[in-house]
C-alpha cells in the first residue's frame, strides 16, 4: 500500500501521510497528521463522522498498547511495560514505550474502531492524571466539533481493570461523560448509611453504610435491578445492579493533595454472569463500575454491552502491530516514536473511510462478508485497487538517494548515552510522609 498515493477529491484519499519533506500543495484539505504535530490531525480525527450505539450516543474506549524495546538500552524515556503470558505465573516486565489510546466504538460484532488520540506515558507521568487530561481534551474536542450537543445523552467511557475510575469520575464530573469501568473481583463496595440517626452518646454521624464483598454473596443486599437476556455467544446473561454503592476513598495515592473531607462518589454497581464462554469454558462473573445512579434495568444492559465492545479496541493493537507495522521499526528517539504512532493512526483511519469501496479480495478458505462488513485486513488487501477509481491521484514519490553515512572501516567514536528504563518519580503512599516531605520543602 502506497502511502503517499492520494486523491484530494475523493473521501478516501483525504486522510494521508505526510513524511518529512512531502509537501502538500492545498492546505485547505489538510488531513490527519499532514502537519509535523499531531495536534491538527487530534481535530480532525474529532471532526469526522464517528460511530455511535445503538441509541446514538458516543462510546469511547481507553486503554494501553505497549511499544516493546527490550534490546534497546539507547532508548530514552522507557518504562517497564506489563506483557501478560500464557501460563501461570508467566507475565513479564519488559522495557517498552506504552501508549494510551482513545477510541470511539461501534455497535455489534466488528473489529473497527476510531482511534482519536494517542499518548505516549513518560517515566514521571501518573497514569490516572494523564488519562483524566486525555480523556478531558478527546470529550473537549468533539463538542467543539460538534459532536456533542446539549440535550444528547452523555459520552459513555469503557475501561478495563488497572483504571481508578471511581478517581476519574470524581476528576470529570464537569464533563457530560459516564464512565463504565471493570473492578477487580477481589474489592469492596458501601451502601449508604441511610438517614441521619441521633444517638445518646451524640458524635459523628456515620458516613458509610453496610459493605458488599465481591467474593461473599452473603454480604450482597437484594439488588435494584434484575435482567436477563439471550446471545448468541455467551448463552444466558445475568445482570444484577446494586445502587449508589460508592468506594472507601483513603489519604493516599492521588487523594494525598485532596483538601477536605474525602468525598462520597456514587455509582451503580453491576454484577454480570453468563452461562457460557467460546470453549465451554467456566465463565467467572465480571463486576463494573458505572458512574451513574438510578437506572433502570435497559440503562444496565446498555452499560455491560457497551463494556463487552471494549475488547474490540484488541483488534485494532493486533492490527496495528501485525499488518501496519507500528512496532517494526527500530527508532532510538521517543518522538520519532510519537510521530510515526500518528502515521500508523492516520493508515487506520484511511482504511476505514474505504470500506464502501473496497472490493473483498477473500481467499479460498476464507468466507464471504457482506457488503460494508470488510475486516480491516480485507479492506487493506483491496486497497490497492482503489487507485483506478480516483479522478487525480497523486503523482508517484521521487525516490532520493542515501546519504555517505559513515566511511567504510571507519569507527563510531562517540557512543550513544544508555538509559535505565523504569519510573524517576517516587509515588508517595502513606499521609504521613507526605506530611514530612512538606515540612521539608517549606
Same mark, same amino acid.
Given at each position: 500500500?502506497? =502511502?503517499?498515493?492520494?486523491? %484530494? ?92 489510546? /482513545? ?52 459520552? =459513555? ?41 441521633? #444517638? ?12 458488599? @464483598? ?93 463494556? =463487552? ?18 512496532? /517494526? ?6 518522538? #520519532? ?11 487506520? @483511519? ?22 460494508? %462488513? ?6 487493506? %488487501?483491496?486497497?490497492?485497487? =482503489? ?53 521539608? %520543602?517549606?
Amino acid at each position: 500500500m502506497d =502511502l503517499r498515493r492520494r486523491d %484530494r477529491q475523493d473521501p478516501v484519499h483525504r486522510v494521508h501521510l505526510e513524511e518529512e519533506g512531502v509537501s502538500h500543495h492545498r492546505p485547505a484539505h489538510r488531513a490527519p497528521c499532514e502537519a509535523a504535530e499531531p495536534e491538527d490531525g487530534r481535530r480532525l480525527l474529532a471532526s469526522m463522522l464517528l460511530p455511535r450505539a445503538a441509541d446514538g450516543r458516543i462510546v469511547l474506549a481507553v486503554d494501553v498498547s505497549n511499544w516493546l524495546r527490550p534490546d534497546a538500552p539507547t532508548s530514552s524515556e522507557l518504562l517497564f511495560c506489563h506483557v501478560y503470558g500464557r501460563g501461570r505465573s508467566a507475565d513479564q516486565f519488559i522495557p517498552g514505550w506504552p501508549y494510551s489510546f /482513545v477510541a470511539a466504538l461501534e455497535t455489534g460484532r466488528t473489529s473497527w474502531t476510531a482511534v482519536l488520540d494517542a499518548i505516549r506515558l513518560g517515566p514521571a507521568d501518573d497514569a490516572t492524571a494523564v488519562t483524566a487530561a486525555q480523556l478531558r481534551e478527546v470529550v473537549t474536542r468533539l463538542v467543539h466539533a460538534g459532536q456533542w450537543r446539549p440535550g444528547d445523552a452523555d459520552i =459513555l467511557v469503557v475501561m478495563d481493570t488497572g483504571y481508578d475510575v471511581t478517581r476519574l469520575a470524581y476528576v470529570l464530573a464537569d464533563l457530560p461523560v459516564e464512565l463504565v469501568g471493570r473492578l477487580r473481583s477481589d474489592r469492596v463496595m458501601l451502601r449508604d448509611a441511610g438517614p441521619r440517626r441521633s #444517638t445518646p452518646r451524640g458524635g459523628q454521624p456515620r458516613k458509610h453504610g453496610g459493605v458488599l @464483598t465481591f467474593s461473599k454473596p452473603e454480604s450482597w443486599h437484594t439488588p435494584d435491578q434484575t435482567t436477563t437476556c439471550d446471545t448468541t455467544r455467551y448463552g444466558t446473561a445475568e445482570a444484577l445492579a446494586w445502587d449508589r454503592m460508592h468506594p472507601r476513598l483513603q489519604a493516599r495515592g492521588p487523594w494525598l493533595d485532596h483538601c477536605g473531607e474525602l468525598p462520597l462518589i456514587h455509582g451503580t454497581l453491576i454484577r454480570l454472569k453468563v452461562e457460557h464462554l467460546p470453549g465451554d469454558r467456566d465463565p467467572k462473573p465480571v463486576w463494573l463500575w458505572s458512574s451513574r445512579t438510578g437506572m433502570t434495568g435497559q440503562d444496565v444492559d446498555v452499560r455491560w454491552q457497551a463494556f =463487552l465492545r471494549r475488547f474490540d479496541l484488541e483488534h485494532t493493537f493486533r492490527l496495528f502491530k501485525q499488518t501496519l507495522g507500528w512496532t /517494526v521499526p527500530k527508532v532510538r528517539d521517543p518522538h #520519532t516514536a510519537d510521530l510515526w504512532t500518528w502515521l500508523i493512526i492516520a493508515a487506520h @483511519t484511511q482504511l476505514r473511510l474505504a470500506r464502501p469501496l473496497a472490493e473483498d479480495l477473500r481467499r479460498p478458505w476464507e468466507r464471504p462478508a457482506e457488503p460494508r %462488513r470488510l475486516t480491516p485486513a480485507r479492506v487493506r %488487501r483491496g486497497f490497492r485497487h =482503489l487507485r483506478a477509481k480516483t479522478a487525480r491521484p497523486a503523482g508517484v514519490p521521487k525516490p532520493s538517494k542515501p546519504g555517505p553515512g559513515r566511511p567504510p572501516g571507519s569507527k563510531n567514536r562517540r557512543s550513544a548515552p544508555r538509559h535505565e528504563p523504569g519510573k524517576t518519580v517516587k509515588r508517595i503512599e502513606t499521609l504521613t510522609e507526605h506530611v514530612r516531605l512538606k515540612q521539608q %520543602r517549606g
